[in-house]
């Protein structure tokens, strides 16, 4: 069996990419996966490293706004159809899956063209444009969130989640705490922004790390993100916050999963990825939603689990040190809401996402 799978741009498209490619080799040791890319995104970096063979084809993203941007970006469609022609000409495959980036248009829309088996991955809540214009194309729909499938022709969805690392599902609260050196009597705050870091969120978390300066019984932990490092770090400092005691600042961590999983409450982002890990460990959390993602997506997917009671959302344009400082206090000296709420968020896991799409991956086979 060869696969194609278009994934790119950021690591919320890449690393279910990635998490399909893992699931179809452990299955079907002998299947041949080769991902497709664009040379603008993360993928370029990051495949490689794990030894999957990539390719790539023209395409670049659409401005908002009428400029010379926007007419290259239309000459990058016709490219990119073009380089996708003859990408799926020399491999030949028996199956395309996109999970989103630029590549995915082309290759997904000249695959069907040729009645090549098609699926895509939708990670949000709100499904981007090309996914909602490829839905009306491709053969199968592997959804997230049940919130996702108003937005796709009826009867080629299937409830698939989003695939998280394998840690997740033997998730070991009592080891995570005690790898962090937690006290029984500690509660950690996790803080993260993405890989890029969050403004808001970053400039809240100071002023959370300064009210919890003083207090063994509160360690945070604050995931800036690699751009924002340095500035924050420089934030700490002059606080006169002692990041050898409660407080941890790092740009990013290769063990996340280790971080939720000691957790008692998490401020984060909401993107696809973040909500499916949050939801995966159970653990309570205040989402702030990116305001400017397309389509306002993160909005959307931390309603999953603030409607339900799982958390709570707080606009970007709203968030203050002190009106953070209120929210966590609040939430820490409450153990049943955390109890609840912990639980709330941990019945809206899947964790199975694999499995679900290999299933559907060999129905399409079978046809």
């Keep these: 069996m060869k696969v194609l799978i278009a994934a790119g741009g950021t690591g919320g498209h890449i690393y279910p990419g990635l998490a399909i490619a893992e699931k179809i080799k452990n299955a079907n040791p002998n299947a041949e996966i080769v991902f497709i890319g664009s040379k603008v995104g993360m993928e370029k970096n990051i495949i490689p490293q794990l030894g999957y063979p990539i390719e790539y084809i023209r395409v670049r993203g659409f401005e908002r706004q009428l400029s010379l941007e926007t007419l290259a970006a239309v000459k990058g469609i016709f490219d990119g159809m073009r380089d996708a022609k003859k990408v799926l000409d020399r491999h030949q495959p028996d199956l395309v899956i996109g999970t989103g980036g630029f590549t995915a248009g082309p290759l997904l829309l000249q695959a069907s063209r040729r009645k090549i088996p098609t699926m895509i991955h939708e990670q949000n809540a709100f499904p981007g444009r090309t ?29 698939a989640g989003n695939p998280v690392r394998s840690e997740y599902q033997s998730m070991d609260r009592q080891h995570s705490r005690k790898s962090l050196q937690l006290l029984d009597s500690q509660k950690l705050i996790l803080i993260m922004g993405g890989s890029q870091g969050a403004g808001s969120i970053n400039q809240g978390a100071v002023a959370l790390m300064d009210f919890y300066k003083n207090r063994n019984d509160r360690v ?45 409450l998490v401020i984060s982002r909401a993107g696809a990825m973040s909500v499916a890990e949050i939801e995966a ?4 959390s205040i989402l702030v939603p990116y305001p400017l993602a397309a389509g306002n997506h993160q909005d959307f997917n931390a309603r999953v689990i603030t409607d339900q009671g799982g958390g709570i959302l707080i606009a970007d ?18 153990e049943p809401r955390l109890k609840m709420m912990s639980e709330i968020t941990r019945k809206l896991s899947i964790l199975d996402a694999g499995d679900r799409i290999y299933a559907e991956i060999n129905k399409l086979m079978e046809n």
Excluded at 321 to 327: A, N, P, Q, S, V
């Design 131 to 159: 996914n909602r214009m490829l839905g009306k194309k491709v053969d199968r729909i592997a959804i997230s969130f049940k919130e996702a499938e108003q937005y796709f022709p009826a009867g080629k969805t299937f409830l």
């Design 281 to 284: 460990v159970g653990v309570p």
């Design 220 to 264: 945070i932990y604050h995931l800036t993100g690699k751009e924002q490092y340095d500035k924050i770090k420089q934030a700490v400092r002059e606080g006169g916050m002692d990041t050898s005691g409660n407080i941890v600042v790092e740009a990013y961590s290769n063990e996340v999963y280790k971080l939720l999983g000691a957790a008692d």
């Design 317 to 334: 344009k709203a968030l203050t040190g002190e009106h953070l400082i209120e929210i966590t206090e609040a939430l820490l000296k409450d």
